[in-house]
């Protein structure tokens, strides 16, 4: 398990590239046969991927959350971006395919993911928050998602938000997470810019070829930075920062959110002349 210390406005905004990078990109998440894991230290947030290729893999516990069980104090929220899988909780297996969501009850003691192809394997990305009481583990697939269309054709903008982990699909304890999908010709995610001091975010870049990169926006309004994302690559986002992108062409990015509340809509926009 990777650490990520918390990193204050003003520190950051002297870092360069490498530092960037160190502290806020996730890379090699993906990886057949292997569970990878992120720990941040902004709002406990853990994120990864979860690749079974040969065979199961089980999530077990680890010494850093100090608990007999990986979810005992957590809830976990999945969005399948590789073949068809599955999971089973506590001895219950629930079919998860591609672009299938699934949310997982803190309290669950056995979680294992299975590939129904190893060779083409399901791709779990997952965000774990803490969680204070248990919700129902839940199977949301793409259709269940609520649909929210943004965006304009002329703003290079237009998508569809689907909030997968969300209070209007299903009830959680704090997590939120969904998956933003471009129409053609849109590259600008987030754009006009906000904050939200009472949440932070994770975003997982993906569906890129090789060569595509985002570019995506980090840092206080007035002091932006940028981090170049490659396909299956993500970044952290903390409370102060602005979190935004464009690509060279196009890409899907999920979010993934934890904080004081589950309000979609409580953020704090940027006015476009007040960006640096």
């Not at 992108?245 to 953020?267: C, H, K, L, R, S």
Request: glycine content about 10%.
């Amino acid at each position: 398990m990777q650490i990520r210390e918390y990193l204050n406005s003003e520190y950051a905004k002297g870092l360069d590239t490498d530092g960037l990078r160190s502290n806020f990109l996730i890379t090699d998440i993906f990886v057949p046969g292997k569970i990878t894991t992120t720990y941040s230290h902004v709002d406990r947030m853990i994120a990864g991927g979860i690749t079974p290729a040969r065979g199961p893999l089980a999530l077990a516990a680890t010494r850093e959350l100090g608990t007999d069980f990986f979810l005992e104090r957590r809830e976990m929220g999945i969005i399948n971006i590789g073949g068809a899988g599955s999971i089973a909780v506590d001895g219950e297996t629930f079919p998860v395919g591609p672009r299938d969501g699934f949310y997982i009850s803190m309290g669950s003691k056995s979680v294992v993911f299975q590939s129904q192809d190893a060779a083409n394997p399901a791709k779990f990305w997952f965000n774990s928050a803490p969680a204070h009481r248990a919700c129902p583990t839940r199977r949301v697939t793409h259709d269940d998602a609520k649909k929210v269309a943004l965006g304009s054709a002329e703003e290079c903008n237009k998508r569809v938000i689907n909030q997968y982990i969300h209070p209007a699909v299903l009830e959680t304890c704090q997590l939120v997470m969904g998956m933003t999908e471009f129409s053609e010709g849109s590259v600008w995610n987030t754009m006009p810019v906000h904050t939200h001091e009472r949440r932070m975010e994770v975003y997982l870049y993906f569906d890129m070829p090789k060569g595509r990169v985002v570019f995506h926006l980090m840092g206080k309004p007035t002091e932006t930075r940028h981090i170049v994302v490659r396909n299956e690559e993500a970044v952290i986002s903390p409370s102060w920062s602005i979190h935004a992108g464009v690509g060279t062409g196009a890409y899907t990015f999920i979010w993934g959110m934890a904080g004081e509340n589950q309000t979609f809509t409580d953020m704090d926009s940027v006015p476009m002349d007040d960006l640096r």
